[in-house]
T-cell receptor, first 116, second 113 residues
Framework: GAVVSQHPSRVICKSGTSVKIECRSL??????MFWYRQFPKQSLMLMAT?????????EQGVEKDKFLINHASLTLSTLTVTSAHPEDSSFYIC????????????FGQGTRLTVV | AQSVTQPDIHITVSEGASLELRCNYS??????LFWYVQSPGQGLQLLLK??????LVQGIKGFEAEFKRSQSSFNLRKPSVHWSDAAEYFC???????????FGGGTRVLVKP
């Protein structure tokens, strides 16, 4: 099956710094990628839809200036958490759809962000 | 607005026993339905999906799910659980294949020896 890779899998950063998370589709091209956030023992909440070559679409309540998304190529989307605070600590997961019209989105393994 | 409800937060089953996880959804159009499994600290793995056709769908790892439109349900079943099935299970619904999924709250499955 299709593979989506996220990097890093874990990151610890100091409060006030920025962290970049990468989401790559390894064996397919993705015009659309999705970023989800998962708090401990909770479900996944969609943060934004990342579109190759255009601006991301953010869900209501998600600060676009805090969570910067760039989808510069058909295989890479990045999420940058700017000026991170402890409340941004969470599990971030991306998913990607095959541009050839595949019927499902494939999920990365997630990134555990801890802000200290 | 679309929503997904998984009524059971935790389920404990004995190894070898059957398992059923409930999922109810609310959606205005024909739903695309998914079941995912998540091991601790890991991403999501697709178990099975339903788009149309036969309402009983087979997935990986011996799982199956039945779509019941009249009950707005998409329950997941496995006849005999293995210790490796201990994980978190999420039901999800979307407007079309793979787009903007709405997830249920998840059900954590514990398997007793």
């Amino acid at each position: 099956g299709a593979v989506v890779s996220q990097h890093p899998s874990r990151v610890i950063c100091k409060s006030g710094t920025s962290v970049k998370i990468e989401c790559r589709s390894l064996d397919f091209q993705a015009t659309t990628m999705f970023w989800y956030r998962q708090f401990p023992k909770q479900s996944l909440m969609l943060m934004a839809t990342s579109n190759e070559g255009s601006k991301a679409t953010y869900e209501q309540g998600v600060e676009k200036d805090k969570f910067l998304i760039n989808h510069a190529s058909l295989t890479l989307s990045t999420l940058t958490v700017t000026s991170a605070h402890p409340e941004d600590s969470s599990f971030y997961i991306c998913s990607a759809r095959d541009r050839t019209g595949g019927a499902e989105a494939f999920f990365g393994q997630g990134t555990r962000l801890t802000v200290v | 607005a679309q929503s997904v409800t998984q009524p059971d937060i935790h389920i404990t089953v004995s190894e070898g026993a059957s398992l059923e996880l409930r999922c109810n959804y609310s959606y205005g159009a024909t739903p695309y339905l998914f079941w995912y499994v998540q091991s601790p600290g890991q991403g999501l793995q697709l178990l099975l999906k339903y788009f149309s056709g036969d309402t009983l769908v087979q997935g990986i790892k011996g799982f199956e799910a039945e779509f019941k439109r009249s009950q707005s349900s998409f329950n997941l079943r496995k006849p005999s659980v293995h210790w490796s099935d201990a994980a978190e299970y999420f039901c999800a619904v979307g407007p079309m294949a793979g787009n903007k999924l709405t997830f249920g709250g998840g059900t954590r499955v514990l398997v007793k020896p």
